[in-house]
């Protein structure tokens, strides 16, 4: 099974490289946003909750997005593999995504990381904040905080799988086609 953490802060080009992957290796897309939003579409008690800490910019707490993965994969068993886009964000939940796959005879088989500057973010996040109507796209003190909450919490999960020679470091700005040549250079030796 190709398992995939695609890594990078918000607005690095998870999402578009992620459907680019998909239609290549056959792999299911398991964005923790859209399930997120999944559950605050449906209006459930775990959607409010999600929303109000998405609204100001926090991460939602680990033990739900770990239920709602395990869910994901538990209802796709003949899967080829998995993209994990926006999950791990911590080095604990890195541990538990570990410990979730190994209790299902799996693995995660990479990192790949997109790599932009934060100027580059807030322009491309402002840019979707005008069509996509998520309201953490459209306010830039958001959007700076969410990519200060990535620099300082999830950018150490990178040195987790650095550890595991797990890593692999794209840079993520230039065309799409471009980097996902360079994607799929990598995806190809796992």
Do not use: C, W
């Amino acid at each position: 099974m190709l398992n995939l953490v695609l890594f990078g802060p918000p607005g690095a080009g998870k999402g578009t490289q992620s459907q680019n992957l998909i239609e290549k290796y056959g792999l299911i897309h398991l964005s923790t946003g859209d399930l997120l939003r999944s559950e605050i579409a449906q209006g459930t008690t775990l959607g409010l909750e999600a929303k109000k800490l998405m609204d100001e910019g926090l991460l939602v707490p680990d033990e739900v997005v770990i239920g709602m993965i395990s869910n994901k994969l538990d209802t796709n068993p003949d899967a080829k593999g998995f993209i994990f886009d926006g999950f791990p964000r911590t080095v604990a939940q890195a541990t538990a995504l570990d410990n979730l796959l190994q209790s299902k005879a799996t693995a995660i088989s990479g990192m790949i990381a997109l790599e932009v500057n934060d100027a580059e973010l807030e322009s491309r996040l402002l840019l979707r904040g005008k069509d996509s109507g998520r309201p953490d796209d459209a306010n830039p003190e958001v959007i700076r905080k969410r990519i200060r909450e990535y620099n300082e919490k999830t950018a150490p999960v990178a040195d987790f799988y650095k550890g595991q020679a797990k890593f692999t470091s794209i840079n993520g700005i230039g065309s799409i086609d471009e980097i996902f040549t360079a994607i799929s250079a990598v995806v190809d030796k796992y």
